[in-house]
C-alpha cells in the first residue's frame, strides 16, 4: 500500500547548522509530496509541496525535491533556527480530493 | 490562520461516554476530512465528507461516526470512549479539484478520556 517512511528523532541541532530530515515514500503512480509542520501546541500547517517529479518546494528557507527515482523528499535547510523547533511531517496524497498519509513526523529541537 | 475552525479546543470525559467534535471548513470548500493523532498510531485518516455525502472512509473504529451539514460544518461522534480513544482529532477542508490536493488543516481538539 502507499506508506511513507521519515527518520525518527528527535533531532538534536545548534542554531545555524545545517538540517536534513530524509523521508521516502511508496505509492502507485505519481503522488503530491508535502511536508507539514506542527508547532508546540498548535494544529498542522503546510509547509511546502512538490506535484510532480524534480518539482522543489520550498518555503520559509526550507526545501525539498521530489525525486521519483529514489522514491524521496527529504527536507533540508541551510541554517536552522530556535524558531524552527517542531514536529515535522512528511506526507503524500495519490489523487485529488484523496486522504493525506502522513509518516511518524521527526521532533527536530534546535538549541540557542 | 488556516480558515478552519474546530470546538471544543480541550475535551476531559470519562470512560463509556459520548462526544461530539464540531469542525467549521474554510469557506466555499466542500470537502471535509477528519484525522486522528495519537502517540502509538501517528497521524490517520478518519473519514472524509463532501458536500454531505461520505466518500471515503479510512481506520474509523464502529463506535465513531460523522457527518457533514446543509451549511457544510461536520461534527465527529465518538462513543462508548476507551482510554485509548484520547488523542488530538483534527479536520481539515479542500477545495474539491485543487490542483495541488492541498489540505488546509484546523488547530485540532484534544481529546482525553479518563
Known amino acids: 500500500g502507499n506508506s511513507v517512511t521519515q527518520m525518527e528523532g528527535p533531532v538534536t541541532l545548534s542554531e545555524e547548522a545545517f538540517l536534513t530530515i530524509n523521508c521516502t515514500y511508496t505509492?502507485?503512480?505519481?503522488?503530491?509530496l508535502f511536508w507539514y509542520v506542527q508547532y508546540p501546541g498548535e494544529g498542522l500547517q503546510l509547509l511546502l509541496k512538490?506535484?510532480?517529479?524534480?518539482d522543489k518546494g520550498s518555503n520559509k528557507g526550507f526545501e525539498a525535491t521530489y525525486r521519483k527515482e529514489t522514491t524521496s523528499f527529504h527536507l533540508e535547510k541551510g541554517s536552522v533556527q530556535v524558531s524552527d523547533s517542531a514536529v515535522y511531517f512528511c506526507?503524500?496524497?495519490?489523487?485529488?480530493?484523496?486522504?493525506?498519509?502522513f509518516g511518524k513526523g521527526t521532533r527536530l529541537h534546535i538549541l540557542p | 490562520d488556516s480558515g478552519v475552525t474546530q470546538t471544543p479546543k480541550h475535551l476531559i470525559t470519562a470512560t463509556g461516554q459520548r462526544v461530539t467534535l464540531r469542525c467549521s471548513p474554510r469557506?466555499?470548500?466542500?470537502?471535509v476530512y477528519w484525522y486522528q493523532q495519537s502517540l502509538d498510531q501517528g497521524l490517520q485518516f478518519l473519514i472524509q465528507?463532501?458536500?454531505?455525502?461520505?466518500?471515503a472512509k479510512g481506520n474509523i473504529l464502529e463506535r465513531f461516526s460523522a457527518q457533514q451539514f446543509p451549511d457544510l460544518h461536520s461534527e465527529l461522534n465518538l462513543s462508548s470512549l476507551e482510554l485509548g480513544d484520547s488523542a488530538l482529532y483534527f479536520c481539515?477542508?479542500?477545495?474539491?479539484?485543487?490542483?495541488?490536493?492541498?489540505?488546509?488543516f484546523g488547530p485540532g481538539t484534544r481529546l482525553t478520556v479518563t
Open positions: 481539515a477542508s479542500s477545495v474539491v479539484g485543487d490542483s495541488t490536493y492541498e489540505q488546509y
Open positions: 505509492a502507485t503512480g505519481y503522488p503530491s
Open positions: 512538490a506535484t510532480k517529479a524534480d
Open positions: 506526507a503524500l496524497s495519490r489523487n485529488r480530493d484523496d486522504k493525506i498519509i
Open positions: 469557506s466555499g470548500d466542500l470537502s
Open positions: 465528507y463532501y458536500n454531505g455525502e461520505e466518500r
